[in-house]
Protein backbone atom coordinates (compact mmCIF):
# COMPACT_ATOMS: atom_id res chain seq x y z
CA UNK A 1 0.00 0.00 0.00
CA UNK A 2 2.62 2.33 1.00
CA UNK A 3 4.75 1.53 -1.88
CA UNK A 4 1.51 2.23 -3.97
CA UNK A 5 1.38 5.44 -2.59
CA UNK A 6 5.01 6.54 -3.02
CA UNK A 7 4.66 5.63 -6.51
CA UNK A 8 1.84 7.56 -6.82
CA UNK A 9 3.74 10.71 -5.03
CA UNK A 10 6.46 9.91 -7.79
CA UNK A 11 4.31 10.38 -10.36
CA UNK A 12 2.21 13.73 -9.35
CA UNK A 13 5.67 15.61 -8.62
CA UNK A 14 7.49 14.63 -12.19
CA UNK A 15 3.73 15.31 -13.69
CA UNK A 16 4.37 18.81 -12.36
CA UNK A 17 8.11 18.60 -13.38
CA UNK A 18 7.36 18.34 -16.69
CA UNK A 19 4.20 20.55 -16.52
CA UNK A 20 6.74 23.42 -15.24
CA UNK A 21 8.95 22.80 -17.76
CA UNK A 22 6.61 22.87 -20.56
CA UNK A 23 5.30 26.30 -19.21
CA UNK A 24 8.71 28.08 -18.34
CA UNK A 25 9.34 26.76 -21.78
CA UNK A 26 6.34 28.30 -23.18
CA UNK A 27 6.55 31.79 -20.94
CA UNK A 28 10.49 32.38 -22.15
CA UNK A 29 9.78 32.40 -25.51
CA UNK A 30 6.28 34.05 -25.75
CA UNK A 31 4.85 31.80 -28.52
CA UNK A 32 1.50 31.86 -27.37
CA UNK A 33 1.11 35.51 -26.29
CA UNK A 34 3.24 36.47 -29.71
CA UNK A 35 1.94 34.06 -32.54
CA UNK A 36 -1.14 31.72 -31.78
CA UNK A 37 -2.87 34.24 -29.91
CA UNK A 38 -2.68 36.55 -32.69
CA UNK A 39 -3.47 34.06 -35.11
CA UNK A 40 -6.92 33.01 -33.23
CA UNK A 41 -7.88 36.11 -33.08
CA UNK A 42 -7.12 37.03 -36.65
CA UNK A 43 -9.29 33.74 -37.26
CA UNK A 44 -12.03 35.07 -35.23
CA UNK A 45 -11.84 38.04 -37.24
CA UNK A 46 -11.72 36.09 -40.97
CA UNK A 47 -14.99 34.54 -39.73
CA UNK A 48 -16.67 37.39 -39.36
CA UNK A 49 -15.72 38.45 -42.89
CA UNK A 50 -16.85 34.72 -44.43
CA UNK A 51 -20.64 35.72 -42.71
CA UNK A 52 -20.71 38.96 -43.05
CA UNK A 53 -23.99 39.40 -40.95
CA UNK A 54 -24.27 40.46 -37.04
CA UNK A 55 -27.32 38.09 -36.43
CA UNK A 56 -25.62 34.84 -37.87
CA UNK A 57 -22.37 35.70 -35.85
CA UNK A 58 -24.27 35.78 -32.74
CA UNK A 59 -26.05 32.95 -32.97
CA UNK A 60 -22.94 30.85 -34.46
CA UNK A 61 -20.46 32.50 -31.74
CA UNK A 62 -20.25 29.10 -29.56
CA UNK A 63 -18.93 27.28 -32.47
CA UNK A 64 -16.60 29.29 -33.75
CA UNK A 65 -14.65 30.22 -30.54
CA UNK A 66 -14.36 26.61 -30.45
CA UNK A 67 -13.05 25.98 -34.17
CA UNK A 68 -10.86 29.15 -33.51
CA UNK A 69 -9.66 26.73 -30.65
CA UNK A 70 -9.19 23.69 -32.88
CA UNK A 71 -7.04 25.09 -34.95
CA UNK A 72 -4.80 27.32 -32.89
CA UNK A 73 -4.58 24.00 -30.79
CA UNK A 74 -3.04 22.37 -33.90
CA UNK A 75 -0.25 24.81 -33.48
CA UNK A 76 0.27 24.47 -29.92
CA UNK A 77 0.52 20.35 -30.20
CA UNK A 78 3.06 20.71 -32.90
CA UNK A 79 5.09 23.88 -31.20
CA UNK A 80 4.77 21.19 -27.66
CA UNK A 81 6.64 18.68 -29.53
CA UNK A 82 8.96 20.45 -31.45
CA UNK A 83 10.41 21.43 -27.99
CA UNK A 84 11.01 17.70 -26.82
CA UNK A 85 12.09 16.57 -30.84
CA UNK A 86 14.63 19.42 -31.08
CA UNK A 87 17.95 17.88 -29.92
CA UNK A 88 16.68 14.92 -28.63
CA UNK A 89 15.12 16.04 -25.70
CA UNK A 90 12.90 13.65 -25.83
CA UNK A 91 14.88 10.79 -25.91
CA UNK A 92 16.91 12.32 -22.83
CA UNK A 93 13.65 12.69 -20.88
CA UNK A 94 13.06 8.66 -21.71
CA UNK A 95 16.88 8.15 -21.19
CA UNK A 96 16.95 9.62 -17.64
CA UNK A 97 14.07 7.33 -17.23
CA UNK A 98 10.87 9.73 -16.58
CA UNK A 99 8.14 8.00 -16.41
CA UNK A 100 6.15 8.18 -19.65
CA UNK A 101 2.72 8.15 -18.06
CA UNK A 102 4.50 11.37 -16.09
CA UNK A 103 5.46 12.68 -18.86
CA UNK A 104 2.60 12.56 -20.48
CA UNK A 105 -0.07 14.21 -17.25
CA UNK A 106 2.64 16.74 -17.14
CA UNK A 107 2.52 17.52 -20.95
CA UNK A 108 -1.19 17.40 -21.40
CA UNK A 109 -1.76 19.70 -18.53
CA UNK A 110 0.47 22.29 -19.54
CA UNK A 111 -1.25 22.15 -23.11
CA UNK A 112 -4.15 22.18 -21.27
CA UNK A 113 -3.51 25.36 -19.40
CA UNK A 114 -2.41 27.01 -22.81
CA UNK A 115 -5.60 26.16 -24.00
CA UNK A 116 -7.26 27.22 -21.40
CA UNK A 117 -5.61 31.16 -21.22
CA UNK A 118 -6.15 30.75 -25.05
CA UNK A 119 -9.84 30.63 -24.69
CA UNK A 120 -9.99 33.24 -22.79
CA UNK A 121 -9.05 35.37 -24.80
CA UNK A 122 -11.33 34.11 -27.74
CA UNK A 123 -14.67 34.05 -25.01
CA UNK A 124 -13.67 37.70 -24.76
CA UNK A 125 -13.22 38.30 -28.66
CA UNK A 126 -16.32 36.51 -29.09
CA UNK A 127 -18.07 39.00 -26.30
CA UNK A 128 -16.57 42.18 -27.86
CA UNK A 129 -16.60 41.66 -31.49
CA UNK A 130 -20.25 39.37 -31.91
CA UNK A 131 -21.85 40.62 -29.44
CA UNK A 132 -23.32 38.16 -27.57
CA UNK A 133 -24.67 38.05 -24.49
CA UNK A 134 -23.11 36.87 -21.32
CA UNK A 135 -24.78 36.70 -17.70
CA UNK A 136 -23.08 35.66 -15.03
CA UNK A 137 -24.83 32.30 -14.67
CA UNK A 138 -23.85 32.10 -18.65
CA UNK A 139 -20.47 33.11 -17.69
CA UNK A 140 -20.15 30.26 -14.87
CA UNK A 141 -20.91 27.74 -17.79
CA UNK A 142 -18.74 28.98 -20.26
CA UNK A 143 -16.04 28.67 -17.52
CA UNK A 144 -16.31 25.35 -16.60
CA UNK A 145 -17.03 24.48 -19.64
CA UNK A 146 -13.68 25.78 -21.17
CA UNK A 147 -11.66 24.11 -18.24
CA UNK A 148 -12.95 20.86 -18.54
CA UNK A 149 -12.85 20.97 -22.43
CA UNK A 150 -8.94 21.98 -22.60
CA UNK A 151 -7.79 19.79 -20.37
CA UNK A 152 -9.68 16.80 -22.80
CA UNK A 153 -8.20 18.87 -25.45
CA UNK A 154 -4.59 18.54 -23.88
CA UNK A 155 -5.12 15.04 -23.30
CA UNK A 156 -5.99 14.39 -26.65
CA UNK A 157 -3.37 16.56 -28.29
CA UNK A 158 -0.60 15.52 -26.27
CA UNK A 159 -1.42 11.55 -27.08
CA UNK A 160 -1.39 12.01 -30.79
CA UNK A 161 1.41 14.66 -30.84
CA UNK A 162 3.40 12.20 -29.05
CA UNK A 163 1.98 9.83 -32.04
CA UNK A 164 3.70 12.28 -34.94
CA UNK A 165 6.35 13.63 -32.96
CA UNK A 166 9.81 13.26 -34.86
CA UNK A 167 8.10 11.92 -38.36
CA UNK A 168 8.68 13.60 -41.77
CA UNK A 169 5.17 15.07 -43.05
CA UNK A 170 4.08 15.48 -39.35
CA UNK A 171 2.77 19.02 -39.63
CA UNK A 172 0.51 17.52 -42.29
CA UNK A 173 -0.11 14.34 -40.09
CA UNK A 174 -1.25 15.64 -37.19
CA UNK A 175 -4.60 17.62 -38.64
CA UNK A 176 -5.68 14.36 -40.11
CA UNK A 177 -4.94 12.47 -37.00
CA UNK A 178 -6.65 14.67 -34.06
CA UNK A 179 -9.54 16.52 -35.99
CA UNK A 180 -11.77 13.48 -36.17
CA UNK A 181 -10.96 12.59 -32.52
CA UNK A 182 -11.89 15.73 -30.95
CA UNK A 183 -15.21 16.03 -33.07
CA UNK A 184 -16.98 14.93 -29.62
CA UNK A 185 -15.36 17.77 -27.67
CA UNK A 186 -16.72 20.36 -30.46
CA UNK A 187 -19.80 19.01 -30.25
CA UNK A 188 -19.73 19.05 -26.72
CA UNK A 189 -18.52 22.17 -25.79
CA UNK A 190 -20.15 24.08 -28.93
CA UNK A 191 -23.79 23.26 -26.67
CA UNK A 192 -22.68 23.96 -23.39
CA UNK A 193 -21.30 27.53 -24.67
CA UNK A 194 -24.08 28.30 -26.63
CA UNK A 195 -26.14 27.33 -23.33
CA UNK A 196 -23.96 30.05 -21.79
CA UNK A 197 -24.07 32.41 -24.41
CA UNK A 198 -27.59 31.91 -24.76
CA UNK A 199 -27.66 31.71 -28.53
CA UNK A 200 -30.28 30.67 -29.95
CA UNK A 201 -32.76 31.13 -27.09
CA UNK A 202 -31.01 28.52 -25.26
CA UNK A 203 -31.26 28.11 -21.68
CA UNK A 204 -28.01 28.39 -19.85
CA UNK A 205 -28.77 25.04 -17.63
CA UNK A 206 -29.13 23.49 -20.81
CA UNK A 207 -25.44 23.92 -20.85
CA UNK A 208 -24.57 21.47 -17.80
CA UNK A 209 -24.98 18.10 -19.18
CA UNK A 210 -22.82 18.89 -22.23
CA UNK A 211 -20.22 20.16 -19.70
CA UNK A 212 -20.49 16.56 -18.06
CA UNK A 213 -19.72 14.79 -21.01
CA UNK A 214 -16.77 16.78 -21.53
CA UNK A 215 -15.83 15.73 -18.27
CA UNK A 216 -16.29 12.20 -19.01
CA UNK A 217 -14.15 12.75 -22.75
CA UNK A 218 -11.73 14.33 -20.06
CA UNK A 219 -11.15 11.54 -18.20
CA UNK A 220 -11.78 8.94 -20.32
CA UNK A 221 -8.40 10.12 -22.58
CA UNK A 222 -6.34 11.05 -19.07
CA UNK A 223 -6.69 7.13 -18.45
CA UNK A 224 -6.14 6.02 -22.09
CA UNK A 225 -3.91 8.63 -23.10
CA UNK A 226 -1.30 7.69 -19.81
CA UNK A 227 -1.40 3.99 -20.64
CA UNK A 228 -0.91 4.41 -24.37
CA UNK A 229 1.62 7.39 -24.68
CA UNK A 230 4.81 5.40 -23.54
CA UNK A 231 4.31 2.21 -26.39
CA UNK A 232 3.89 5.54 -28.52
CA UNK A 233 6.83 7.18 -28.15
CA UNK A 234 9.17 4.10 -27.35
CA UNK A 235 11.07 4.10 -30.61
CA UNK B 1 8.41 -20.12 -58.89
CA UNK B 2 11.14 -17.51 -59.81
CA UNK B 3 12.43 -15.23 -57.77
CA UNK B 4 11.40 -12.80 -59.94
CA UNK B 5 7.45 -13.36 -59.84
CA UNK B 6 6.89 -14.75 -56.05
CA UNK B 7 3.44 -15.13 -56.27
CA UNK B 8 0.74 -14.33 -53.60
CA UNK B 9 -1.61 -17.04 -54.09
CA UNK B 10 -1.42 -20.41 -53.63
CA UNK B 11 -3.97 -23.66 -53.79
CA UNK B 12 -6.39 -22.66 -51.14
CA UNK B 13 -6.64 -18.94 -51.94
CA UNK B 14 -7.11 -19.64 -55.56
CA UNK B 15 -10.41 -21.81 -54.75
CA UNK B 16 -11.65 -19.22 -52.58
CA UNK B 17 -11.17 -17.07 -55.66
CA UNK B 18 -12.87 -18.77 -57.84
CA UNK B 19 -15.70 -19.82 -55.23
CA UNK B 20 -15.97 -16.20 -54.86
CA UNK B 21 -16.04 -15.57 -58.59
CA UNK B 22 -19.33 -17.95 -59.08
CA UNK B 23 -20.87 -16.27 -56.49
CA UNK B 24 -20.68 -13.19 -57.70
CA UNK B 25 -22.12 -14.30 -60.39
CA UNK B 26 -24.79 -15.70 -58.61
CA UNK B 27 -25.18 -12.03 -56.67
CA UNK B 28 -25.54 -10.29 -60.17
CA UNK B 29 -28.31 -12.45 -61.68
CA UNK B 30 -30.60 -12.64 -58.16
CA UNK B 31 -29.39 -8.94 -57.61
CA UNK B 32 -30.07 -7.64 -61.02
CA UNK B 33 -32.87 -9.74 -62.35
CA UNK B 34 -34.17 -12.54 -60.42
CA UNK B 35 -35.29 -10.58 -57.04
CA UNK B 36 -38.29 -8.35 -57.57
CA UNK B 37 -38.30 -4.29 -57.46
CA UNK B 38 -39.52 -2.65 -54.72
CA UNK B 39 -42.80 -1.23 -54.08
CA UNK B 40 -41.78 2.21 -53.39
CA UNK B 41 -37.91 2.54 -54.46
CA UNK B 42 -38.53 0.34 -57.71
CA UNK B 43 -35.12 -0.95 -59.44
CA UNK B 44 -32.82 1.59 -57.41
CA UNK B 45 -33.68 -1.01 -53.98
CA UNK B 46 -30.94 -2.85 -55.67
CA UNK B 47 -28.27 -0.72 -54.54
CA UNK B 48 -28.57 -2.70 -51.27
CA UNK B 49 -27.16 -5.40 -51.96
CA UNK B 50 -23.88 -3.70 -52.75
CA UNK B 51 -24.26 -1.07 -50.17
CA UNK B 52 -24.77 -2.77 -47.31
CA UNK B 53 -22.57 -5.97 -47.91
CA UNK B 54 -19.58 -3.05 -48.37
CA UNK B 55 -20.15 -1.48 -45.11
CA UNK B 56 -20.41 -4.96 -43.18
CA UNK B 57 -17.08 -5.72 -44.83
CA UNK B 58 -15.82 -2.71 -43.34
CA UNK B 59 -16.63 -3.13 -40.03
CA UNK B 60 -15.24 -6.69 -40.37
CA UNK B 61 -12.04 -5.36 -41.68
CA UNK B 62 -11.67 -2.76 -38.86
CA UNK B 63 -12.59 -5.20 -36.14
CA UNK B 64 -10.28 -7.97 -37.54
CA UNK B 65 -7.64 -4.90 -37.15
CA UNK B 66 -8.11 -4.30 -33.97
CA UNK B 67 -7.94 -7.49 -33.09
CA UNK B 68 -4.67 -9.06 -34.72
CA UNK B 69 -3.13 -4.99 -33.23
CA UNK B 70 -4.10 -6.80 -29.76
CA UNK B 71 -2.74 -9.60 -30.61
CA UNK B 72 0.55 -8.33 -31.67
CA UNK B 73 0.98 -5.95 -28.93
CA UNK B 74 -0.24 -8.47 -26.35
CA UNK B 75 1.83 -11.80 -27.43
CA UNK B 76 5.24 -12.55 -26.50
CA UNK B 77 6.33 -13.51 -30.19
CA UNK B 78 5.44 -10.48 -31.54
CA UNK B 79 5.29 -11.77 -35.74
CA UNK B 80 5.24 -8.91 -37.84
CA UNK B 81 2.55 -11.61 -40.05
CA UNK B 82 0.31 -9.68 -37.23
CA UNK B 83 0.90 -6.16 -38.44
CA UNK B 84 0.73 -7.23 -42.00
CA UNK B 85 -2.94 -8.68 -41.61
CA UNK B 86 -3.84 -5.07 -39.57
CA UNK B 87 -2.62 -3.38 -42.03
CA UNK B 88 -3.99 -5.84 -45.04
CA UNK B 89 -7.19 -5.64 -43.51
CA UNK B 90 -7.21 -1.79 -42.73
CA UNK B 91 -6.78 -0.37 -46.37
CA UNK B 92 -9.55 -2.79 -47.49
CA UNK B 93 -11.88 -1.73 -44.78
CA UNK B 94 -11.25 2.09 -46.17
CA UNK B 95 -12.31 0.49 -49.60
CA UNK B 96 -15.17 -0.72 -48.66
CA UNK B 97 -16.29 1.94 -46.25
CA UNK B 98 -15.70 4.32 -49.39
CA UNK B 99 -17.95 1.95 -51.80
CA UNK B 100 -20.65 2.51 -49.35
CA UNK B 101 -20.37 5.67 -49.13
CA UNK B 102 -20.46 6.21 -52.28
CA UNK B 103 -23.32 3.84 -53.19
CA UNK B 104 -25.14 5.33 -50.32
CA UNK B 105 -25.22 8.90 -51.39
CA UNK B 106 -26.33 7.58 -54.89
CA UNK B 107 -29.38 5.55 -53.27
CA UNK B 108 -29.33 8.84 -51.21
CA UNK B 109 -29.97 10.67 -53.99
CA UNK B 110 -32.60 8.63 -55.76
CA UNK B 111 -34.58 7.86 -52.54
CA UNK B 112 -34.02 11.31 -50.30
CA UNK B 113 -33.89 13.77 -53.58
CA UNK B 114 -30.15 14.62 -51.54
CA UNK B 115 -26.95 12.89 -51.88
CA UNK B 116 -25.75 13.63 -48.03
CA UNK B 117 -28.06 14.25 -44.74
CA UNK B 118 -26.30 14.79 -41.56
CA UNK B 119 -27.57 11.67 -40.01
CA UNK B 120 -25.72 10.42 -37.47
CA UNK B 121 -25.42 6.92 -39.08
CA UNK B 122 -23.72 8.78 -41.84
CA UNK B 123 -22.18 11.19 -39.98
CA UNK B 124 -20.01 8.54 -37.76
CA UNK B 125 -19.21 6.69 -41.25
CA UNK B 126 -17.64 9.19 -42.82
CA UNK B 127 -15.38 9.46 -39.13
CA UNK B 128 -15.06 5.78 -39.63
CA UNK B 129 -13.46 6.73 -43.23
CA UNK B 130 -11.28 9.26 -41.74
CA UNK B 131 -9.76 7.80 -38.99
CA UNK B 132 -8.78 4.58 -40.83
CA UNK B 133 -7.41 7.15 -43.75
CA UNK B 134 -4.93 8.88 -40.81
CA UNK B 135 -4.23 5.22 -39.39
CA UNK B 136 -2.68 4.34 -43.25
CA UNK B 137 -0.98 7.34 -42.96
CA UNK B 138 0.63 6.73 -39.74
CA UNK B 139 1.45 3.15 -41.35
CA UNK B 140 3.82 4.99 -44.02
CA UNK B 141 5.01 7.10 -41.95
CA UNK B 142 8.64 5.31 -42.02
CA UNK B 143 11.09 3.76 -39.17
CA UNK B 144 11.79 0.27 -39.13
CA UNK B 145 9.01 -2.63 -39.11
CA UNK B 146 8.63 -2.96 -35.77
CA UNK B 147 8.22 0.96 -35.02
CA UNK B 148 5.32 0.38 -37.51
CA UNK B 149 3.92 -1.96 -36.11
CA UNK B 150 3.65 -0.83 -32.73
CA UNK B 151 2.42 2.64 -33.57
CA UNK B 152 -0.34 1.58 -36.15
CA UNK B 153 -0.93 -1.15 -32.77
CA UNK B 154 -1.85 1.66 -30.56
CA UNK B 155 -3.38 3.43 -32.96
CA UNK B 156 -5.59 0.49 -34.40
CA UNK B 157 -7.26 0.20 -30.49
CA UNK B 158 -7.32 4.03 -29.98
CA UNK B 159 -9.53 3.92 -32.59
CA UNK B 160 -11.80 1.46 -31.36
CA UNK B 161 -12.35 3.30 -28.30
CA UNK B 162 -12.70 6.50 -30.60
CA UNK B 163 -15.54 5.42 -33.27
CA UNK B 164 -17.93 4.94 -30.17
CA UNK B 165 -17.19 8.12 -28.87
CA UNK B 166 -17.88 9.79 -31.85
CA UNK B 167 -20.75 7.85 -32.65
CA UNK B 168 -22.57 8.39 -29.42
CA UNK B 169 -21.50 12.68 -29.41
CA UNK B 170 -22.99 12.62 -33.26
CA UNK B 171 -26.03 10.38 -31.98
CA UNK B 172 -27.33 13.01 -29.41
CA UNK B 173 -25.70 15.79 -31.10
CA UNK B 174 -28.71 14.98 -33.98
CA UNK B 175 -31.01 13.58 -31.49
CA UNK B 176 -31.15 17.87 -30.04
CA UNK B 177 -31.83 18.80 -33.69
CA UNK B 178 -33.93 17.06 -35.55
CA UNK B 179 -35.39 13.08 -35.85
CA UNK B 180 -33.42 11.71 -38.79
CA UNK B 181 -36.68 10.92 -40.50
CA UNK B 182 -35.51 10.94 -44.08
CA UNK B 183 -32.62 8.21 -43.21
CA UNK B 184 -35.22 5.80 -41.91
CA UNK B 185 -37.34 5.97 -44.38
CA UNK B 186 -34.68 4.12 -46.93
CA UNK B 187 -33.99 1.37 -44.36
CA UNK B 188 -37.60 0.86 -43.32
CA UNK B 189 -37.67 -0.87 -46.26
CA UNK B 190 -40.20 -4.43 -45.99
CA UNK B 191 -37.96 -6.86 -47.05
CA UNK B 192 -39.77 -9.76 -49.00
CA UNK B 193 -37.66 -13.49 -48.84
CA UNK B 194 -35.97 -12.98 -52.01
CA UNK B 195 -34.75 -9.72 -51.29
CA UNK B 196 -33.41 -10.77 -47.79
CA UNK B 197 -32.13 -13.98 -49.21
CA UNK B 198 -30.16 -12.13 -51.74
CA UNK B 199 -28.88 -9.21 -49.13
CA UNK B 200 -27.34 -12.69 -47.43
CA UNK B 201 -25.97 -13.69 -50.70
CA UNK B 202 -24.11 -10.56 -51.14
CA UNK B 203 -22.70 -10.59 -47.55
CA UNK B 204 -21.53 -13.58 -48.02
CA UNK B 205 -19.70 -12.87 -51.28
CA UNK B 206 -18.31 -9.88 -49.91
CA UNK B 207 -17.14 -11.57 -46.61
CA UNK B 208 -15.08 -13.86 -49.48
CA UNK B 209 -14.26 -11.70 -51.67
CA UNK B 210 -12.61 -9.37 -47.91
CA UNK B 211 -11.01 -12.70 -46.84
CA UNK B 212 -9.04 -13.23 -50.41
CA UNK B 213 -8.11 -9.79 -50.64
CA UNK B 214 -6.89 -9.75 -47.17
CA UNK B 215 -4.58 -13.18 -47.96
CA UNK B 216 -3.43 -11.79 -51.18
CA UNK B 217 -2.53 -8.30 -49.73
CA UNK B 218 -1.04 -9.25 -46.44
CA UNK B 219 1.47 -11.81 -48.69
CA UNK B 220 2.01 -8.51 -51.07
CA UNK B 221 3.00 -6.15 -47.58
CA UNK B 222 5.49 -9.13 -46.78
CA UNK B 223 6.93 -9.44 -50.03
CA UNK B 224 6.90 -5.24 -49.74
CA UNK B 225 9.03 -5.72 -46.88
CA UNK B 226 11.30 -8.32 -47.40
CA UNK B 227 12.20 -5.96 -50.59
CA UNK B 228 12.75 -2.82 -47.94
CA UNK B 229 14.86 -5.01 -45.89
CA UNK B 230 17.03 -6.93 -49.16
CA UNK B 231 17.27 -2.93 -49.69
CA UNK B 232 18.99 -1.81 -46.95
CA UNK B 233 20.83 -5.21 -46.36
CA UNK B 234 22.72 -4.62 -49.87
CA UNK B 235 22.91 -0.46 -49.09
CA UNK B 236 25.07 -1.41 -45.61
CA UNK B 237 26.89 -4.27 -47.51
CA UNK B 238 27.81 -1.31 -50.18
CA UNK B 239 28.96 0.72 -47.53
CA UNK B 240 30.99 -1.68 -45.85
CA UNK B 241 33.09 -2.63 -48.74
CA UNK B 242 33.90 1.15 -50.07
CA UNK B 243 35.13 1.15 -46.46
CA UNK B 244 37.35 -1.82 -46.61
CA UNK B 245 38.59 -0.25 -50.44
CA UNK B 246 39.99 2.64 -48.60
Known sequence: MSATSTSMKRLVSVARIVMLKDLRAEINSRVLVNQVAPFSVVIMILFAFALDNDGILQRVAPGLVWLATMFSMLVVVQRSFAVETADGALDSLRVAGVDTRALFLGKSLALGVQLCALDIILVATAFFLYNVQLEPSGLLVVFVTVVLACFGLGFIGTLYGGLAAGARGRETLLPLLLLPVVAPVLIGATRATEAGFMSGGAEVSEGWPWSGLLLVFAVIFGVVGSVAFGPLIDE | ?246
Open chain 2, 1 to 246: MSATSTPTGTRATRALGFATLALTVWLIAFGLFVSAEDVVQGSTVRIMYVHVPSIWVAYVAFVLTAVVSAVYLSGKNRSLAWDRVAGASAEIGVLFVAISLITGSLWGRLTWGTYWVWDARLTSTAFLFITYIGYLAVRGLGGTFRQRARRSAVLALLAVLEIPLVHFSVVIWRSLHQESTVANSGTDVELDGLMLFTLFLGIVTFTMLFVWMVLHRQRGLALQDAVDAHGLDVAIEQRRQEAEVR
